[in-house]
């Protein structure tokens, strides 16, 4: 089993960059596909970007790629999401996801606002 602790949200301006880090403690996280989901009152989670085990792989949604870049460090056990160009309709909370054999665990998520 694995425990994900998200990190780096915050408040920031149309147009600016945040980074979010994902900690995971338990089993090593190279073991898992690890990704990032979002989540706003009243709407389904969605997929943000995922990276395979060994980082060879990237995914994203659509509204994403090409401002948002999905990274990961599996010698410190730790995934990044580095957002640029934020827009006012990336505001969500933000999970961060390991996944293996089909179970999937979820960190408890970080706000995440821009302004206009």
Not at 24 to 45: C, D, E, H, I, L
Not at 86 to 95: F, I, M, N, R
Request: proline letters at 2%; a positive charge; glycine letters at 12%.
């Amino acid at each position: 089993q694995v425990q994900l602790v998200e990190s780096g949200g915050g408040l920031v301006q149309a147009g600016g960059s945040l980074r979010l880090s994902c900690a995971a403690s338990g089993r090593t996280v190279s073991s898992y596909r690890m990704g990032w989901f979002r989540q706003v009152p009243g709407k389904a989670r969605e997929f943000v970007a995922a990276i395979s085990r060994s980082g060879g792989y990237t995914y994203y949604a659509d509204s994403v790629k090409g401002r948002f870049t999905i990274s990961r460090f599996n010698a410190k056990n730790t995934v990044y999401l580095q957002m640029n160009s934020l827009k006012p309709e990336d505001t969500a909370v933000y999970y961060c996801n390991a996944e293996v054999n089909a179970v999937h665990y979820w960190g408890q998520g970080t706000q995440v606002t821009v302004s206009s």
